[in-house]
């Protein structure tokens, strides 16, 4: 079976089923709206051909060579691509669902829309490429690298514990119940991020930008949050005891039923914030600016608010003892229209 052959059978709309096409030159080849059933492509050369839109079920393309190739809007499902080499490609709108996609070499490549489901991604380079929306649901993505790129992605339920993410800013990136544990974000730039219930535990976030991102029930503890620039971000529900947050810029950030027991804000501005229902117990708050800050209804026992700036800083029914104060000029202990508010809605709620 010749590489003409093949682009004659595609253009007459042929599905091409079963063909042993190991190591056959299709450079440059046109071959675009093919079908291609359980066909082998192993270190075929597709390097700068035209595959758009093409589908491709349970073929193998182990060790070919793809540079260049524009395979937008192509369907690859339960193929075998492992070693397979993309740099350069076009790839916008292109699927891979249940793909060995081990090692294969994505670098440099135009992503565009691209999306991958439950795929095996093991030591995969995606380092240089450009995204517009990447979609990962799921699969294997050991010692993925993402270096570099401006990532722009969906990750859902996915373990990235070994991805490399050096040199990387974030964009509308969503980290849904995925897997982060020990990653170094140090200095990078997060923005309108979603990290909603995703395993953070370790991951050194010191320095970074986290503007308008949303953490809200991930897990923290172990991790750092030290001079961070998180302005507007939310962290209801956060699990984040014992972390240090000194330093940091949280203006307008919501802590809602967070978990901050033994939390470290020292010297942070924290004006505008929104701590109802937070545990701050032991947390230590000294310096810090809590400027129009609210912490009714939290658990304030032991925490250290030494040196700290109020204003007009609710603690409405907050838990107090033990709490340690320089100074309680600013503080507005109980407020006396939620008290009445309070009254009333107790009044109407009795028999």
Not at 158 to 166: K, P, Y
Not at 189 to 211: H, I
Request: proline fraction near 2%.
């Amino acid at each position: 079976m010749t590489p003409t052959r093949i682009r004659s059978m595609v253009q007459r709309g042929d599905e091409i089923r079963e063909k042993n096409l190991k190591g056959l030159n299709f450079r440059g080849f046109d071959l675009s709206g093919g079908v291609f059933l359980s066909c082998d492509f192993t270190g075929a050369d597709l390097s700068g051909a035209k595959l758009e839109g093409s589908m491709f079920n349970q073929c193998r393309f182990a060790d070919a060579n793809l540079a260049s190739a524009s395979l937008v809007e192509c369907v690859f499902s339960r193929c075998e691509l492992p070693g397979a080499r993309m740099p350069g490609a076009s790839l916008d709108g292109v699927m891979f669902e249940s793909c060995n996609m081990a090692g294969v070499d994505f670098s440099g490549a135009d992503l565009g829309h691209a999306s991958f489901a439950d795929d095996i991604l093991d030591d995969a380079s995606f380092a240089d490429v450009r995204l517009e929306k990447l979609s990962v649901h799921g699969g294997s993505l050991l010692r993925v690298d993402f270096s570099r790129v401006r990532v722009q992605a969906t990750f859902y339920r996915t373990d990235l514990r070994s991805a490399v993410f050096a040199g990387c800013s974030y964009d509308k990136t969503i980290f849904i119940e995925s897997k982060l544990t020990g990653q170094a974000f140090r200095g990078q730039s997060f923005e309108n991020c979603q990290f909603t219930d995703a395993d953070l535990r370790d991951c050194d976030f010191e320095g970074a930008t986290l503007l308008r991102c949303n953490f809200k029930g991930a897990q923290l503890e172990g991790g750092s949050m030290r001079r961070v620039h998180a302005p507007q971000s939310l962290f209801p529900q956060v699990h984040m005891k014992g972390v240090a947050c000194t330093g940091g810029v949280f203006t307008q950030s919501i802590w809602i039923d967070a978990e901050l027991e033994g939390a470290d804000f020292a010297g942070a501005d924290l004006e505008q914030c929104v701590f109802h229902r937070a545990r701050c117990s032991k947390a230590r708050f000294s310096e810090s600016v809590l400027t129009y800050a609210d912490f009714s209804y939290a658990d304030l026992h032991d925490a250290d608010f030494g040196g700290a700036t109020f204003m007009r800083t609710k603690m409405h029914r907050a838990l107090t003892e033990g709490t340690r104060f320089s100074d309680k000029g600013g503080l507005l202990p109980n407020d006396p229209d939620l008290f009445a508010a309070e009254e009333f809605s107790a009044r109407g709620a009795r028999p």
